[in-house]
């Protein structure tokens, strides 16, 4: 069976302010940090139930950016099976394929990505 690998990447991004006057981050932590490949920032690697049986890896969390942005690495297990159908009403995402190929479908248009393809789905 051939791995699937992508890049979740789900920004959740709140109308913002004139920069001018947007607030300072105080909270965040100013330091970087690095997640190892093959590794997951929180929880180590979770192990998806349902429809599929995909490993995901946390590797930015919404805890680091004050829910701003969330970064994920999903290695897709279960061939021809992948994320059901669903609805975002706050949050956008942003998938990069790095091996194999998936579907997605934004309201009726469809799209098949292959590795190297992206692809933006608005909230």
């Known amino acids: 069976?051939?791995?699937?690998?992508?890049?979740?990447?789900?920004?959740?991004?709140?109308?913002?302010?004139?920069?001018?006057?947007?607030?300072?981050?105080?909270?965040?932590?100013?330091?970087?940090?690095?997640?190892?490949?093959?590794?997951g920032r929180y929880h180590g690697h979770i192990q998806l139930k349902g429809v599929n049986s995909n490993i995901q890896d946390v590797k930015v969390s919404g805890k680091d950016t004050n829910g701003d942005l969330?970064?994920?690495e999903q290695t897709g297990l279960s061939p021809k099976r992948g994320t059901p159908l669903h609805v975002h009403p706050s949050q956008d995402e942003v998938f990069h394929i790095l091996e194999g190929e998936y579907h997605f479908q934004v309201g009726q248009d469809k799209h098949q990505l292959k590795a190297g393809d992206t692809i933006f789905l608005p909230r």
């Not at 069976?1 to 300072?24: E, G, N, Q, S, Y």
Request: charge should be positive; hydrophobic fraction near 45%.
């Open 70 to 72: 969330a970064i994920f």
């Open 1 to 39: 069976m051939k791995r699937r690998h992508f890049i979740r990447a789900t920004l959740a991004v709140a109308p913002l302010p004139a920069i001018d006057h947007a607030p300072p981050y105080t909270d965040r932590d100013s330091k970087g940090f690095v997640i190892k490949a093959g590794e």
